[in-house]
């Protein structure tokens, strides 16, 4: 029997995931990694590269031995990674330097290149690549002109964390549009690289490396990766790509108009675009998708999971310990909790991540608003219920964005990750849109997408938008309650306006952001 293997580098884990041919997920390794903070150096989380391919090799070797099967039994690799992170290389090829998607240190860098060319800069960039420069590579690479010139002087070529992983593997560099795209320095409309970004920026345009689409064969496992991670020397190590795009590609989201909402630790709504385009307003990110010639609308949910998880640990301590002897997950017993709280969790409104602005993008101060002292309305429960219809009335917020320049009318939701395994928060996000909501079964969309494009380098699947649609099969689906839907709007125009003031808080000095974008000089009012 064949089978494929996933190679998926997160923010905090990197996993070795394997497939059958069918899509079903056979065995999984997985450890967690730390970044590492440089003294000194704020915002810094710089990637260990020497301890992460070890711990990547543990990985392929534990999913192998869960398998029961042997190195030679894998008929093709891929990796994917978090988006973002960076990997540099010196004229020998070797890695020297590897920032995550979360390093920050480069904000005095975004504010200088925010002001080249009378502070059109920046929209040239977005209106290339799609990308602002808060999260783009351009303002690190400064950083290390500045601060560490023998890094710099000695880069050779720059790739993503997905690339450093394959070409551990191969020994090839190369990088693939999805994934690259989130560097801003790469063109949305030819997906290669416009080298006369970093030759505006003052940087070194000659240290890109080749580009290739993902899903086409990048090399073949060394002797020497063999030894380390177990996988036969020869086995094709194909083009992977950004975690996002290949999870829509494990979701069948592969064709012009179709929409996805992905649950994790941060949110992401994203929407296939008919053709390539950025918004006016520069609120939306526009990412290549892994489909050639297809372009994705993003907007960010900050910190949804996240903000589900500390509400669970700072508060829930006796609910842990009920799921516990239940046999259950605290979440399922604090959604059943929230079911028997009325639809609009009597008008309690939390305050965490904004809509996204992606020009002058921050948040203002966690809050819950509009409290009460009656413990009968005004408990765990209730919060908990306010917290998931708050993900579903920004995540509908962002849609609405998305919809506003692209002209995409939405006819249905796929809701994958953490967040939709709660069939209460898969109701609210119907009800909120207005859309039916559709929950696959696959639980590892990022890895099968992944795993997709391997089959497909390999020869093992005609193509990848195809076999993505083929695989992917639905678990639950949910309509719209017409009712629900028209409180759930009334509460998004309060919420908006609400929002609003408490960035006005902000702004006065009188409460912290939760987050702001890296080199943000002016906060304008959630809106502008």
């Known amino acids: 029997m064949s089978y494929l293997l996933a190679l998926d580098a997160g923010t905090g884990s990197i996993r070795a995931v394997i497939f059958d041919l069918s899509g ?4 999984v390794g997985q450890a967690e990694w730390k970044h590492l903070s440089v003294d ?7 990637f260990d590269l020497a301890v992460n391919w070890r711990l990547a090799c543990q990985c392929i070797r534990q999913a192998l031995a869960t398998a029961h099967l042997s190195g030679g039994d894998i008929q093709s690799v891929a990796c994917c990674s978090m988006r973002e992170g960076i990997v540099l290389y010196d004229s020998n090829g070797d890695a020297i330097w590897a920032c995550a998607n979360v390093d920050a240190r480069a904000s005095h860098e975004v504010a200088e290149l925010k002001e080249l060319h009378d502070y059109c800069f920046e929209s040239e960039v977005y209106n290339v690549s799609g990308q602002t420069l808060a999260l783009s590579a351009m303002p690190r690479l400064l950083w290390l002109a500045h601060h560490r010139p023998d890094i710099y002087r000695n880069t050779a070529t720059m790739t993503m964390i997905s690339d450093w992983l394959a070409a ?19 063109d949305l409309f030819t997906r290669d690289w416009r080298p006369g970004l970093l030759d505006m920026a003052g940087l070194r345009a000659d240290l890109l490396s080749p580009v290739k689409e993902t899903g086409t ?52 709504q ?18 290549p998708h892994v489909i050639p010639g297809m372009v994705q609308a993003e907007s960010i949910s900050f910190f949804t999971g996240l903000t589900m998880r500390w509400f669970r640990d700072a508060f829930c301590a006796e609910e842990k310990l009920i799921a516990e002897r239940l046999g259950t997950d605290t979440y399922t017993l604090l959604e059943e909790m929230a079911s028997r709280v009325p639809a609009g969790s009597h008008g309690v409104m939390p305050i965490f991540s904004d809509a996204m602005h992606f020009k002058h993008w921050y948040h203002a101060a ?4 509009n409290l009460s002292i009656d413990p009968e309305k005004c408990n765990k429960a209730t919060l908990f219920r306010a917290l998931e219809e708050n993900a579903a009335i920004v995540s509908a917020c962002n849609l609405a964005q998305i919809a506003h320049f692209s002209g995409v009318v939405f ?22 849109t207005g859309l039916p909501v559709y929950v696959p079964a696959v639980r590892e969309a990022t890895a099968l997408g992944c795993a997709i494009a391997a089959g497909t380098g390999a020869g093992l699947y005609d193509t990848m938008a195809t076999t993505g649609e083929t695989l992917v099969s639905w678990q639950r689906q949910f309509t719209p309650n017409p009712a629900h839907r028209e409180l759930y709007q009334g509460m998004m125009e309060k919420w908006r306006s609400v929002y609003a003031g408490q960035l006005g808080l902000v702004d006065s000095g009188l409460t912290t952001s939760m987050w702001q974008a890296p080199g943000l000089t002016k906060v304008p009012h959630s809106g502008e």
Request: aromatic share 4%; with cysteine.
């Open 24 to 27: 079903h997920q056979i065995a």
């Open 270 to 287: 994203v929407v296939n675009l008919p053709h390539v385009r950025t918004d006016p307003e520069m609120n939306i990110r526009v990412n």
């Open 40 to 46: 000194n150096v704020p915002g810094s989380m710089e």
């Open 366 to 369: 966690p809050a819950f608003i």
């Open 168 to 186: 551990q593997l191969c020994g090839e560099l190369a990088v693939d549009p999805s994934n690259a795209g989130t560097t801003g320095m790469l």
């Open 411 to 432: 006819d249905r939701l796929v809701f994958a990750g953490g967040g939709a395994k709660g069939a209460l928060w898969s109701q609210i996000l119907s009800d909120v």
């Open 217 to 268: 064969v990048l090399g073949a496992i060394t002797p020497a990766a063999a030894q380390q991670c177990g996988l036969r020397a020869g086995t094709p190590v194909v083009m992977g790509g950004g975690d996002v795009q290949l999870g829509c590609l494990g979701l069948g989201v592969v064709r012009p108009g179709q929409t996805a909402v992905l649950g994790g630790t941060f949110w992401q």
